[in-house]
């Protein structure tokens, strides 16, 4: 058996009531390409940051090269031989490419502040030295002839190899990679891959958190999964991608009740939204890639697919925040797509965002109320338009009775479930023609996760037009009208919940082997 390089044992990290790391134990082989998974909040990178330094384990142990080290501050653990990349890039914009990499190449030498200030000969040879490293590994990576650029104008997929090339000039025995490939072109997907297959040649152990799971399946020696801060699953690629256990993780769980959603004909709706051949841009990642979609009036709408297909960008697309490259979106027949985010919101189409959004320091009472000013001419309310926001206030507080009794709680102290029950109860309060529900299930207790679909099961049946973005597949099919399927930004699968959940190549939307 290889030998461990990075043990971590018995290892619990909590905030609060939230467990982001639950008494997880796995190892990381030298030499080996190891993934970490999981759907989003599953604590990947909670546990990245216990490796690292940046969180301290509240019990148990990691330990590298058989010393233990969840005592040490991030910098001393550098220095051990444990580099990392971030889910977010974490450059210096207004540096050149090459001092990006200097400035990790430096830490290999013990600094001395006199000789720095005087500019004696050991500084300018250490610094020469570093400058060598520098270069050294930005030949690595492909980014020599860019050394001199500005890293602020590198595209993102040079950006995301120029964090590689700074972690590697620290000279690491280990390195933990979080998302190196998302936001990639297939072309840059593939140079990552490349790469990654390079480093381990040359012996260096590889720990990487990544959603695009075919690659991961491509590239790795070893799978450890979580979920809700568990381990649930580890082994050989082949093994992981047929575990019934991951599989549940990444498709979601069945809700207990079971729902009436009769099976309608599309021509007998009258459609109140309406994409053509829709283009959108993240910076420079073409996150939406000719989607087409018809959101009928009166229709919940289901829009599934893993991390990373462009959901939460398909949107923020309908909702103003971003401008699509190329189509048309139409509202009523009347085209939308160059309007910004507030007059989208004024004509009805409202957003309830991807974690909620809480303004904390207000009370909940004062964030259903924020809720209504979107559909106000004027700051000055009129007394019968305030009686009015009162008395549907107590229609919310029916729709969600734990929030009339947390009605003068801060939000920033509510539950995450009850955060998500506010944030629905917000975005009703401004009157939507069209709800768009962004993830309402993520991160959230299945007893929590059964309320909040029984609420919007609810709201469908008031007629109430409904997009919903949801990783949890199964919950979200099963009180759909109609249902599409992202993969990659595009449109892989589309038709009615009773049929996509037989389907297998959902399934292969989210733990893709090809």
């Known amino acids: 058996m290889t030998e461990a390089l990075l043990e971590f044992q018995d290892v619990t990290k909590s905030f609060g009531g939230v ?25 990947k990178t909670s546990t990245f940051n216990c490796i690292t330094g940046m969180y301290t384990p509240d019990a148990g142990e990691v330990r590298y090269n058989g010393e233990k080290i969840n005592h040490l501050k991030p910098h001393k653990i550098a220095k051990l031989g444990i580099a990392r990349t971030f889910q977010n890039l974490q450059i210096f914009t207004n540096l050149s490419v090459l001092e990006n990499v200097m400035v990790a190449a430096k830490e290999t030498r013990k600094p001395n502040v006199l000789s720095s200030m005087l500019r004696l000969p050991g500084i300018r040879a250490d610094e020469e030295r570093a400058r060598k490293l520098a270069l050294d590994m930005l030949e690595l990576v492909g980014l020599t002839d860019r050394a001199q650029v500005l890293a602020n104008d590198l595209s993102f997929g040079e950006q995301r190899l120029l964090e590689v090339a700074r972690a590697l000039a620290l000279r690491p025995k280990l390195l933990l990679l979080d998302e190196p490939l998302s936001g990639l072109s297939r072309e840059e997907v593939n140079g990552m891959v490349a790469l990654i297959q390079k480093l381990k040649k040359d012996g260096l152990t590889i720990f990487l958190i990544e959603h695009d799971l075919s690659t991961v399946m491509e590239i790795s020696d070893h799978i450890i999964v979580l979920d809700f801060g568990s381990k649930i699953a580890e082994g050989k690629p082949d093994e992981v991608r047929s ?41 420079t990642i073409h996150a939406l890639k000719g989607v087409d979609l018809q959101i009928d009036k009166g229709s919940l709408v289901a829009v599934i697919g893993a991390n990373g297909a462009g959901k939460s960008t ?96 801060l939000a920033g102290t509510l539950s995450g479930g009850e955060q998500q029950m506010l944030a629905i109860v917000r975005g009703l309060m401004a009157h939507p023609r069209v709800l768009l529900l962004d993830e309402p299930s993520l991160g959230l207790a299945p007893l929590i996760v059964e309320e909040i679909f029984d609420r919007l099961y609810q709201l469908k049946q008031s007629d109430m037009t409904i997009i919903l973005v949801e990783q949890n597949a199964k919950a979200a099919l099963q009180i759909a009208d109609y249902a599409y399927v992202l993969e990659n930004g595009r449109i892989k699968l589309e038709g009615l919940p009773q049929h996509l959940l037989q389907d297998s190549r959902i399934r292969d939307a989210y733990l893709s082997s090809h």
């Open 243 to 283: 575990n019934e256990r991951v599989i549940e993780a990444y498709l979601g769980r069945d809700v207990k009740k079971q729902y009436e959603v009769p099976e309608s004909k599309r021509e007998d709706r009258e459609p109140i939204l309406t994409l053509k051949d829709i283009h959108t841009y993240r910076s």
């Open 314 to 409: 398909l949107l923020g697309t309908i909702a103003g925040q971003y401008s699509p490259k190329q189509g048309t979106i139409f509202f009523e027949n009347k085209a939308m797509e160059k309007l910004p985010a507030e007059i989208v919101s004024r004509m009805g189409i409202n957003l309830v965002p991807e974690r909620r959004g809480m303004f904390a320091e207000l009370t909940v009472e004062e964030s259903i109320r924020l809720g209504a000013y979107p559909r106000l001419d004027s700051l000055l309310i009129p007394a019968n338009e305030k009686r009015r926001i009162e008395e549907e206030m107590e229609q919310m507080y029916q729709l969600f009775p734990r929030l009339k009794e947390r009605r003068r709680q």
């Open 19 to 43: 467990i982001a790391v639950n008494n997880n134990t796995f190892q990381v082989e030298k030499g080996k390409v190891v993934a970490l998974i999981g759907p989003n909040g599953a604590g």
